[in-house]
């Protein structure tokens, strides 16, 4: 203000116009001024907000770095405690040879097939024993195996190579101490059939060996009701029958885990508890589905280790889950018990259900039963008992 007084000292009567002029380039000048201030300061907002996106990403690549790590680490810890049990399981009294391996499993994994099963990690890690086609944890104190873990492959149909009728129950296996054992005698007269985990029917296109190991009682065998080993498929509370005290499960589980063919579409999970007694014509599958968590709770199991099950999509909301109609059932075991059948006596009863029952008999089921019956006279004939001694 001081300037301007000696501007208009200066100049007189122009002193009016020379301090508009003045006035308006000052006014110009603060606009330039806060225009500046203004666009610095935006500049200044959006290096921030730049700088905390960054720093947002670099977070959340350190954090998936830091899970994948974590992972790692569960998957590496995993496999340490999958081999170290498959050590310490070692039993004395197998010398785990070639032909022992073959017939009676291994305590180490041997093939592919288990790289396969093991690919996700393993419910446990006590008393594991490795079969051809399937792996199993057994229970010594129940006589029953904790879990099985099997694989199914879908593709074209194979030459069937086994026949179950030429495999026999058992729970005779060097792996096994005697006073661990189960025995066919604890299930005679019980009311309980020798429930198999692993079908037996699903080793029909393996070698004979990998058929008989599914008839081993410790290992794939549980005491099961009639009806339900018909039609379904391990426990929480037990009763035991026969001298070894085998334990009968009050339920039985199964967790399903299907990749789909497309490498980008995620896995589909589905577990059922089902209970060990009849079960109703009208039941339907999902009433006995329930949640991998609860039955991890139940069981002490930790399905899947190796895989975040949390990404997976609940089977049963993807396909048709269904359980069979008795009548469907009784159709898919007419094939089943031809094949079963031991006597023309017993074949014939086949065929007498399926009239009672009103099954169609058609060319298949005809087919099936001319090539029993010629078995069952092939035997008959060329039988001992049948033969006469020349004199």
């Not at 009567?13 to 610095?40: F, S």
């Not at 009050?250 to 999970?269: C, M, N, R, T, Y």
């Not at 059948?341 to 399926?354: A, F, G, I, P």
Request: hydrophobic fraction near 35%; charged fraction near 25%.
């Amino acid at each position: 203000m001081d300037m301007v007084k000696r501007v208009i000292v200066a100049i007189g009567p122009r002193a009016v116009g020379i301090l508009a002029t003045v006035q308006l380039l000052t006014i110009h000048q603060a606009a330039n001024e806060q225009e500046r201030d203004t666009a610095r300061l935006k500049e200044i907002v959006q290096t921030e907000v730049e700088y905390q996106r960054q720093e947002r990403e670099t977070i959340a690549r350190l954090t998936a770095a830091l899970n994948d790590n974590a992972l790692a680490m569960t998957r590496q810890r995993q496999l340490i405690s999958d081999l170290a049990s498959m050590h310490l399981s070692l039993p004395r009294a197998i010398d785990a040879d070639r032909d022992t391996i073959q017939k009676f499993g291994s305590p180490l994994p041997t093939s592919n097939r288990h790289r396969q099963l093991m690919h996700y990690g393993l419910p446990g890690n006590a008393n594991i024993w490795f079969y051809d086609q399937f792996i199993v944890s057994h229970n010594y104190e129940r006589k029953i195996p904790n879990w099985v873990v099997q694989r199914f492959d879908n593709g074209p149909d194979k030459e069937k190579l086994s026949d179950r009728k030429k495999s026999n129950f058992t729970g005779r296996v060097p792996h096994i101490d005697e006073h661990f054992r189960a025995d066919n005698k604890d299930y005679l007269g019980s009311g309980w059939s020798r429930g198999h985990m692993v079908p037996a029917s699903d080793m029909a296109r393996y070698p004979q060996t990998n058929m008989d190991q599914t008839f081993l009682l410790n290992s794939n065998i549980v005491p099961q009701n009639m009806q339900n080993n018909g039609n379904f498929w391990t426990f929480v509370k037990h009763e035991v029958i026969g001298d070894n005290n085998v334990a009968v499960p009050s339920h039985l589980f199964k967790v399903i885990l299907l990749e789909q063919k497309s490498g980008d579409a995620p896995a589909l999970l589905g577990a059922f508890v089902i209970p060990n007694e009849p079960i109703p014509s009208d039941a339907v599958l999902t009433d006995y589905q329930v949640s991998l968590q609860s039955l991890e709770r139940s069981t002490g199991l930790t399905f899947f280790p190796r895989l975040a099950t949390q990404a997976l999509l609940p089977m049963c909301d993807t396909i048709d889950c269904k359980m069979m109609t008795e009548r469907e059932l009784d159709i898919w075991n007419i094939p089943r018990r031809i094949g079963w059948s031991k006597n023309r006596h017993e074949l014939d009863r086949v065929m007498d259900d399926c009239k009672k029952k009103d099954i169609d008999i058609d060319d298949n089921i005809n087919q099936l039963y001319q090539s029993k019956l010629r078995e069952l006279d092939d035997h008959q004939i060329s039988s001992p008992t049948n033969s006469k001694s020349s004199s």
